[in-house]
């Protein structure tokens, strides 16, 4: 083996950001809504094990903990299943939702590793009517 295939192969062992990375973004991760705040933060968790993680590839891997990958991979969910999301926004009563959804902007993804190996994330509402009009930008 050369010392690049040796250099390869090691970081894709170790859990290298880069093939994190791919394995995040190929895995198919089933979401679990959890509920939306007065303040308009949407709530889901993901099993760790849908994207190959484990806490032992995430202590591993600070890369993990990073703004970047958090922030990432938080949207690359909302965007998978914005279905999801975009219902919780179709129900919220009139009322409520400039408040909940106009007063505020999404600026950063939070994620915690829990006890039970989920990943936990949370977000601003305001991504998702976003995510919903940003190809209406263009038209209008």
Do not use: W
Not at 9 to 20: D, E, I, K, N, Y
Not at 30 to 37: K, V
Not at 83 to 100: I, S, T
């Amino acid at each position: 083996m050369s010392s690049s295939e040796v250099s390869n192969h090691r970081c894709q062992t170790v859990g290298f950001p880069s093939a994190l990375l791919v394995r995040v973004v190929k895995a198919n991760a089933t979401i679990t809504y959890e509920g939306i705040s007065p303040d308009g933060d949407l709530t889901f968790t993901v099993p760790m094990r849908d994207f190959g993680l484990s806490r032992t590839v995430m202590a591993r891997t600070p890369t993990a903990q990073t703004s970047f990958f958090v922030n990432l991979v938080g949207e690359l969910l909302v965007r998978k299943n914005i279905a999801v999301f975009a219902e919780v926004l179709e129900k919220l009563d009139p009322k409520d939702y400039d408040r909940m959804v106009n007063c505020f902007r999404h600026r950063h993804f939070g994620m915690t590793v829990e006890t039970n190996d989920l990943l936990r994330f949370r977000f601003h509402s305001s991504l998702v009517q976003h995510i919903l009009t940003e190809d209406l930008e263009g038209v209008v």
